[in-house]
């Protein structure tokens, strides 16, 4: 075999390998998919069928059942609201100390990241006893508030770890140029960093889209986001696995389809920099 | 008279001192460059300057007016980085034109300005661009225009070549200095590269650790460099220095003893008291290969060719190693024993404190 | 930029950020030493230590504390080494480059009810699901994952969510490495372990760092998966002490055996950053 040859075998070979990962790895959400369109009993047929005439119903049965419009909106509202929050909070912290860092910097940022080590459930009862009093069971707005603090630790370290790599000497020269601070942060650190606010706005929105411990032990109906409407389809009151992948799809597929398009920022922007 | 009056200018950091006592006046229209090694304190004088760092003790005036305490933006001042700085997310235009539109110009007038501009520096093409789309010289002009636009009192640039290729790099020293000529503004230049320096410069400023060493212009500062500092930084290939330590005092002349052979340096060229040891500082063009007699004697270790002429390292008795210019087609063998002849005339001899204590022949 | 404006621009987000971990643990602590339950809101003397006694001398609690580390240690080992070699394996160019990628991090946006859902329905189910599908077909008995190996089925689900992410990161990272230097290896004759062993894996200290981190974070707080799938059981065989807190507060309304439990959970967290912290915290500083 030439030398070249042995390369391309070579590059088939990892292609072959990456495709079965991959693909092994995606099947549990193909087949949710896929059984989304079966009739109950060919969801539980052995062996599993893969050819069958696809059906809507269960897709009719959910909204019917459990509203999903409703819960959507409720895991747009939350996920979107607290995520601009999040970001009117945190991108003033994190330009400030990108660009005038002090000797506690560092200490702060590490502290801010710590309290995201808090696990959440040592604060449940007492989270749960203030919504109770303040009659913020069940409502969006505890929600979007939790989602907020619980994502601000992370928004903070993201922008800082983008807004510190920006050349300084960029700011540099608009201040020479003529620019206020202001004219430094809305015509300069703003636009250059619609990439880094995005990506960090997209993660934002995922972990709150998919978050799971409030919206469980905090809404019921009302406020419930998708993840707790999906909860309420694990009572074993039967097999209807259909209808399961039905609503299981409608509430993944706005995440997973946003993901795909900027998955690339995503990973980028959840590993701090790590990766360049 | 003085244009831009630095008095006394100190520059603390935590535990650093990085401008030890700057004292120095720019006439109107001057190009003078700052070099240095790196360290020096070049640049944070530069930024000191821009008002980038502030200042922890003495004055900047520029036109008579104090601007110690003034924002960089208030200086009337426009700098060119070493990474040009150019805004990524703006085009061409847009980055020429910013700090017109800052400072509320009207558009017909930013129109003009930016179209003149982009004339001269052969930007017209590119108005539309982004700075990623455009290669190291176009940012480089993108960079300058920038700073020409504005039509500022001085100009500062900090190592605006060293991100460029060598052969670019002449290119635009040559276009800088034609630019200088055009405008006429004054132009405080930092670099590194004592070429640049040699070949831009109206005065160039030599500063070391803080401080400065040496100003003058160029010729002076390669002919007369007021220390061993200035003399080994000034000049490529290095001036060759030989200590001299065993040193005869004859009624008109030194006669330095250098392993074997002999040298006679007429002491009234001798500023002060006459010494007993010194280094003998001469450039590799004062030194020449002859065929027999000649002041010292060495083997070629090794030979340069660049073409026009040719640096033969020479091997002394001493085992110190010495470069002399010679004829570029001089047949010169490896290892082959070789007889240099020295021009005394050029001769500077440096005391133990690496201060120069000779004069040249025409002042003597 | 003057200090007070630093001060000011930072001072929503630390002033939020310090509320929000001062005022609901010091009420938690003020609830883990009173004697209080939903049920009658008026009996609440101080009772000491008496709650954590309760809690730690149930024994479910070892469980749970076994549980959350076991998971925790399992997820990170399973998705750190086998995301490191796969993602040196497919480290080269190949066909359909980006949609192997979307295909592999799709797990991560799956939220984690969906996750358990599919995974204890369509793949674990003893009967229909599709593993006692291959096992049936490959002539072996089906395992009932979710009742004979909770805390297994737990781990899988989690890992599976966390190993394209960790695949991703590598990936990325390995595009920065310099090819360069791995040339040079080449040259000096260095097999494709060696280039591994001692280019590749220094090269990836960083990412593992930042993986490892943000994985704690979340793993430590794994909390739907086991509420939907297994909700803590057979007997505390899968509770966390996420799960186990959760249990106490909302379940069974022992409002002060739950704080204290959720101190107890802030301690072991606190000990996990420690460790954590010391081992890759300076690979972090930046």
Sequence with gaps: MTLNQQRKLKTFITGLFAWTIALILFFPIFWMFITSFKTELQAISIPPSLFFEPTLDNYSEVQERSDYVHHAINSIITSFGSTILALIIAVPAAFSMAFAPGKRTKDVLLWMLSTKMLPAVGVLVPIYMICRDYGLLDSKTALVIIFTLMNLPIVVWMLFSYFKDLPKEILEAARMDGATPWDEVVKVVLPLSMGAISSTALLSIVLCWNESFWSLTLTASDAAPLTAMIASYSSPEGLFWAKLSAASTLACAPIVVFGWFCQKQLVQGLTFGAVK | MSYLTITDLQKHYDNYHALRGINLSITEGEFVVFVGPSGCGKSTLLRTIAGLESSTGGTIELDGRDITELASSKRDLAMVFQSYALYPHMTVADNLSFALRLAKVSDAEIQEKVRSVSASLQLDALLERKPKELSGGQRQRVAIGRAIVRQPKVFLFDEPLSNLDAALRVQMRLELARLHKKLGTTMIYVTHDQVEAMTLADRVVILNAGQIEQVGTPLELYRKPNSRFVAEFIGTPKMNLIPADKITHKADELVFDLFGHTIHFPAKRIKGTQPDSTIVGIRPEHLSLVEEGGDLTGRIELVEHLGSEAYAHIQLLNDQTIIVKAAARLELKDGQEVHIKVDVDEIILFDDNNKVISVIPEEA | ?286
């Design chain 3, 1 to 286: 930029m003057k200090r007070s404006i630093t001060r000011l621009l930072m001072a929503p987000s630390v002033i939020l950020l310090l509320a929000w971990m001062i005022i609901p643990l010091s009420m938690t602590i003020y609830f883990s030493t009173i004697e209080f339950s939903s049920y009658n809101p008026d009996q609440n003397g101080f009772v000491g230590w008496l709650n954590f006694e309760f809690f730690i001398t149930d024994p479910a609690f070892i469980s749970a504390v076994s549980n959350t580390l076991i998971l925790l240690l399992s997820v990170l080992i399973i998705t750190v080494v086998l995301g490191v070699m796969l993602s040196a394996l497919i480290d080269k160019p190949f066909f359909g480059q980006g949609m192997v990628r979307v295909l592999l991090i799709s797990p991560f946006f799956i939220m984690p009810t969906v996750n358990a859902l599919i995974w204890k329905n369509m793949m674990m189910n003893p009967v229909y699901g599709i593993f006692a599908w291959i096992s049936q077909s490959l002539g072996f008995e089906p395992i009932d994952w979710l009742s004979t190996y909770p805390l297994m089925s737990i781990i899988i689900m989690v890992s599976w969510q966390w190993l394209p992410f960790a695949i991703l990161v590598f990936v990325t990272a390995l595009q920065s490495q310099d090819t360069e230097q791995k040339e040079a290896a080449q040259m000096d004759g260095a097999t494709g372990w060696h280039i591994f062993r001692y280019l590749t894996i220094p090269h990836l200290a960083r990412p593992i760092a930042v993986v490892v981190m943000i994985e704690t974070i979340f793993l430590l707080a794994v909390f739907a998966e086991i509420l939907v799938s297994t909700g803590g059981g057979p007997g505390y065989d899968s509770t966390n002490l996420t799960y186990l807190i959760y249990n106490q507060a909302l379940l069974q309304f022992d409002v002060a055996a739950a704080s204290a439990g959720g101190l107890l959970a802030v301690v072991l967290a606190n000990i996990v950053a420690f460790f954590l912290i010391r081992a890759v915290g300076k690979n972090l500083t930046v």
